[in-house]
């Protein structure tokens, strides 16, 4: 009997195209029951919504809802839901409300955007708006035909082939197991069909004319970058210069090769940039180009081989380095003689290092002359140093500025007591001194009856020494006519003779100079 039952009613909802979920008059206790478990919209101001509610056979849905499919109340046909999330009178749309994953049952084809919360009916990947947005349509697949009349939907455009027009997918876009296209770039292994579909798969094809295939490289091509092209090999041959890998161009003479600055890698898949001077190299990483790794505190960085030079890019060219050639922490003038790097980090010149010179371009620095070098007319002086005479012969000393380090070379800094001298040369800017021998190397020193003064940039005679001139004697003294060194007016001397102190003259009894502490008698001078 239930069976029997069961049918009819089947027949009475397909007679009179009554939906599944149509609802019919409630019992006095489905009602009792259904007033229990209405739902509120907080949006509704009080009014009954059962938008949302759980429902089954037993507890039915009310007002303009119905029962769904998974069991939970939405709008009738021909109702949709408004902003307080109702169900209001007229058919759903593409752009129509839906709330939780509800709401958009009756435009076909559609879902609501989200599973939780507030969303719109959309269209699903490969399906597109038609008819005013009551319903969605699938995209054009690849293969269909289109022209003026019939246009190409979705992702896909019209191409021609052969003289006949197909729908295929644009850049950017792939044919998923339907061959309708959706969001992402064709590969080697994306679907095709009748030949289309690989035309943004760089010299790839279909592996089959009639029917559905995979996009695959051609006999002589390799698949590279992912699978985003196909490509020939270094020293394969070519029909142009996109048949080659990336960075290489083909030849008048239809063959493969590396660009400029640019070297096969040991299988000839790829084009390897020239390694900059500067790059970590070691046993795995391998310096490439005109680059060789060398070792700099214990670390291998690449650098120029002899015979190349870096160009603004730090990548190695031929030609020889010279002064004025680019370098980079230090790497690049390995070749220069007696040169370095203008910088420890960072991109710098080769230059010559203190006590070295060199004109630009030159392929090395010479040593400068050394104080006590021979000089004149036709042999020059070089860095800091100049040519004085000395018994009518030249000789190279330190320039006003400059002091001799341990190699006799002038570098920057006023010489001084104790300062590098050779054979009476070097002491010529530290005033009344001397080197301390006239052959061979020494220091400078004071004569006896000198005091140094001025902490050691000069040597000068103290009070009531004998004297040549001013210059012989300290500072704020003066050589008498009787030649010794006497305190100028106003100063007097030292205990010990070797300063001249200013005198300071004191109001009264017991004052202490502010500029210097001297005990002031009542009248007098302050010593």
Same mark, same amino acid.
């Given at each position: 009997?239930?069976? &029997?039952?069961?049918?009819?009613?089947?027949?009475?909802?397909?007679?009179?195209?009554?939906?599944?979920?149509? +609802?019919?008059?409630?019992?006095?206790?489905?009602?009792?029951?259904?007033?229990?478990?209405?739902?509120?919209?907080? +949006?509704?101001?009080?009014?009954?919504?059962?938008?949302?509610?759980?429902?089954?056979?037993?507890?039915?849905?009310?007002?303009?809802?119905?029962?769904?499919?998974?069991?939970?109340?939405?709008? &009738?046909?021909?109702?949709?839901?408004? $902003?307080?999330?109702?169900?209001?009178?007229?058919?759903?749309?593409?752009?129509?409300?839906?709330?939780?994953?509800?709401?958009?049952?009756?435009?076909?084809?559609?879902?609501?955007?989200?599973?939780?919360?507030?969303?719109?009916?959309?269209?699903?990947?490969?399906?597109?708006?038609?008819?005013?947005?009551? +319903?969605?349509?699938?995209?054009?697949?690849?293969?269909?035909?289109?022209?003026?009349?019939? +246009?190409?939907?979705?992702? #896909?455009?019209?191409?021609?082939?052969?003289?006949?027009?197909?729908?295929?997918?644009?850049?950017?876009?792939?044919?998923? $197991?339907?061959?309708?296209?959706?969001?992402?770039?064709?590969?080697?292994?994306?679907?095709?069909?009748?030949?289309?579909?690989?035309?943004?798969?760089?010299?790839?094809?279909?592996?089959?004319?009639?029917?559905?295939?995979?996009?695959?490289?051609?006999?002589?091509?390799?698949?590279?970058?992912?699978?985003?092209?196909?490509?020939?090999?270094?020293?394969?041959?070519?029909?142009?210069?996109?048949?080659?890998?990336?960075?290489?161009?083909?030849?008048?003479?239809?063959?493969?090769?590396? &660009?400029?600055?640019?070297?096969?890698?040991?299988?000839?898949?790829?084009?390897?940039?020239? #390694?900059?001077?500067?790059?970590?190299?070691?046993?795995?990483?391998?310096?490439?180009?005109?680059?060789?790794?060398?070792?700099?505190?214990?670390?291998?960085?690449?650098?120029?081989?002899?015979?190349?030079?870096?160009?603004?890019?730090?990548?190695?060219?031929?030609?020889?380095?010279?002064?004025?050639?680019?370098? #980079?922490?230090?790497?690049?003038?390995?070749?220069?003689?007696?040169?370095?790097?203008?910088?420890?980090?960072?991109?710098?010149?080769?230059?010559?290092?203190?006590?070295?010179?060199?004109?630009?371009?030159?392929?090395?620095?010479?040593?400068?002359?050394?104080?006590?070098?021979?000089?004149?007319?036709?042999?020059?002086?070089?860095?800091?140093?100049?040519?004085?005479?000395?018994?009518?012969?030249?000789?190279?000393?330190?320039?006003?500025?400059?002091?001799?380090?341990?190699?006799?070379?002038?570098?920057?800094?006023?010489?001084?007591?104790?300062?590098?001298?050779?054979?009476?040369?070097?002491?010529?800017?530290?005033?009344?001194?001397?080197?301390?021998?006239?052959?061979?190397?020494?220091?400078?020193?004071?004569?006896?009856?000198?005091?140094?003064?001025?902490?050691?940039?000069?040597?000068?005679?103290?009070? $009531?020494?004998?004297?040549?001139?001013?210059?012989?004697?300290?500072?704020?003294?003066?050589?008498?006519?009787?030649?010794?060194?006497?305190?100028?007016?106003?100063?007097?001397?030292?205990?010990?003779?070797?300063?001249?102190?200013?005198?300071?003259?004191?109001?009264?009894?017991?004052?202490?100079?502010?500029?210097?502490?001297?005990?002031?008698?009542?009248?007098?001078?302050?010593?």
């Amino acid at each position: 009997m239930g069976i &029997k039952y069961a049918l009819t009613l089947l027949c009475i909802l397909e007679i009179f195209h009554i939906p599944e979920t149509h +609802q019919f008059p409630l019992n006095s206790s489905e009602v009792r029951e259904n007033k229990q478990n209405k739902i509120r919209n907080p +949006q509704d101001q009080g009014t009954t919504n059962y938008f949302g509610r759980p429902c089954n056979y037993l507890n039915r849905c009310s007002g303009d809802t119905w029962c769904s499919k998974d069991e939970r109340c939405t709008c &009738k046909r021909s109702y949709h839901l408004n $902003d307080t999330l109702n169900c209001v009178q007229g058919n759903g749309l593409v752009g129509s409300i839906c709330f939780n994953g509800l709401g958009c049952e009756h435009v076909h084809n559609t879902k609501c955007s989200v599973e939780k919360g507030r969303g719109k009916c959309v269209c699903p990947a490969g399906f597109h708006g038609i008819e005013g947005g009551t +319903q969605c349509a699938e995209d054009s697949k690849i293969g269909d035909p289109c022209g003026s009349k019939t +246009q190409c939907t979705g992702n #896909s455009e019209c191409k021609a082939k052969h003289g006949i027009a197909n729908c295929t997918c644009k850049q950017g876009f792939y044919a998923n $197991d339907n061959l309708v296209c959706v969001q992402g770039n064709a590969l080697i292994g994306s679907h095709c069909f009748n030949g289309l579909g690989c035309e943004f798969v760089r010299n790839a094809k279909c592996s089959l004319e009639k029917g559905k295939g995979e996009c695959i490289c051609p006999a002589g091509f390799h698949g590279a970058e992912g699978g985003a092209q196909c490509t020939a090999y270094i020293d394969e041959p070519c029909k142009g210069d996109d048949s080659c890998i990336d960075n290489a161009f083909c030849t008048l003479e239809k063959i493969c090769k590396c &660009k400029d600055h640019y070297t096969a890698s040991s299988g000839r898949e790829k084009c390897l940039a020239y #390694s900059k001077i500067g790059d970590p190299c070691g046993s795995v990483l391998q310096c490439t180009g005109n680059s060789e790794c060398k070792a700099k505190g214990g670390i291998g960085y690449c650098t120029c081989k002899e015979g190349f030079d870096a160009n603004d890019n730090l990548v190695c060219v031929k030609g020889n380095a010279h002064i004025g050639s680019n370098c #980079s922490s230090g790497l690049g003038c390995e070749y220069v003689g007696n040169s370095k790097c203008s910088v420890e980090k960072g991109s710098g010149k080769c230059v010559c290092p203190a006590g070295f010179h060199g004109v630009e371009g030159s392929a090395r620095c010479a040593v400068d002359s050394k104080i006590g070098d021979p000089c004149g007319s036709v042999l020059q002086c070089t860095g800091n140093s100049e040519c004085k005479a000395k018994g009518g012969i030249g000789y190279c000393t330190c320039k006003e500025g400059f002091h001799a380090n341990d190699n006799l070379v002038c570098v920057k800094g006023n010489a001084h007591i104790g300062s590098n001298c050779s054979s009476g040369l070097g002491c010529e800017y530290v005033g009344n001194s001397k080197c301390s021998v006239e052959k061979g190397s020494g220091k400078c020193v004071c004569p006896a009856g000198f005091h140094v003064i001025e902490r050691g940039a000069r040597c000068a005679v103290g009070i $009531d020494g004998p004297c040549k001139g001013d210059d012989s004697c300290i500072d704020n003294a003066f050589c008498t006519l009787e030649k010794i060194c006497k305190c100028k007016n106003d100063y007097t001397a030292s205990s010990g003779r070797v300063k001249c102190l200013a005198r300071i003259y004191g109001p009264y009894e017991g004052y202490h100079s502010s500029k210097r502490r001297y005990f002031c008698p009542i009248k007098g001078p302050c010593f």
